[in-house]
Nanobody, 123 residues
Framework: QVQLVESGGGLVQTGESLRLTCAASGSIRNYDRAWCCQVPPMNREFVAGITRLKSPHYTNAVKGRFTISIDNAKNEVYLQMNSLTPEAAATYSC??????????????????WGQGTRVTVSS
């Protein structure tokens, strides 16, 4: 059983940056990891993912501004978010899964989810 805890959310102004951290209670070497965001009542959306081989993937809207990275020694995954806009305001959750064929936008395949950390961007 893996528990995921996010941190790093907060209130920033447009153009500023945040770094989110997702800490896992156990080893995450064999998991693909993802960051997703949600603004209720909208559906959850994929933001960024990183495979167990450290290959990053991004939704088009954040390419060039967001960077996902992983530190297996610390069992942590990070999401560096630069040039934030109000459209990025949401609750960001991290997730982990072990399937051999990752489908980033099929959230039913993810085994573990964190509770989320809220990001607010003022204009």
């Amino acid at each position: 059983q893996v528990q995921l805890v996010e941190s790093g959310g907060g209130l920033v102004q447009t153009g500023e940056s945040l770094r989110l951290t997702c800490a896992a209670s156990g080893s995450i070497r064999n998991y693909d990891r993802a960051w997703c965001c949600q603004v209720p009542p909208m559906n959850r959306e994929f933001v960024a993912g990183i495979t167990r081989l450290k290959s990053p993937h991004y939704t088009n809207a954040v390419k060039g501004r967001f960077t996902i990275s992983i530190d297996n020694a610390k069992n942590e995954v990070y999401l560096q978010m630069n040039s934030l806009t109000p459209e990025a305001a949401a609750t960001y959750s991290c997730a982990a899964e072990t399937s051999l064929t990752i489908q980033w936008r099929d959230f039913s395949t993810f085994d573990y989810w964190g509770q989320g950390t809220r990001v607010t961007v003022s204009s």
